[in-house]
Nanobody, 123 residues
């Protein structure tokens, strides 16, 4: 599976962005999908995940209630809708795919990774 993340940019605090991750190469609907992020000087961390057929959707506590992770199997795309953005959300965001029916929170569980897209939130 090849993953291509896009949609990052510069936004003011309180604003919204929608990241997209387009997949190709395998049957998209068979995969669990996840978003991770890495802030400057920090380790990459889990953000959100969704399993097959929209089951087992999980969010990091830091984004719960602000971010959602819808997927569109017809378009082979998973999104990260980010609302009420904060400066601490500034990071490079990565999408990932795993051959799993349920959502996964650990990076080591994922088989495929996109290249990352920068999100910068100004105060």
């Amino acid at each position: 599976v090849q993953l291509q993340a896009s949609g990052g940019g510069l936004v003011q605090a309180g604003g919204s962005l929608r990241l997209s991750c387009a997949a190709s190469g395998r049957t998209f609907s068979n995969y669990a999908l996840g978003w991770f992020r890495q802030a400057p000087g920090k380790e990459r961390e889990f953000v959100a995940t969704i399993g097959r057929s929209d089951v087992s959707i999980l969010y990091a506590d830091s984004v719960k209630g602000r971010f959602t992770i819808p997927r569109d199997n017809a378009k082979n795309t998973v999104y990260l809708q980010m609302n009420t953005l904060k400066p601490k959300d500034t990071a490079v965001y990565y999408c990932a795919a795993a051959d799993s029916s349920i959502g996964l929170v650990y990076q080591r569980s994922y088989d495929y990774w996109g290249q990352g897209t920068q999100v910068t939130v100004s105060s």
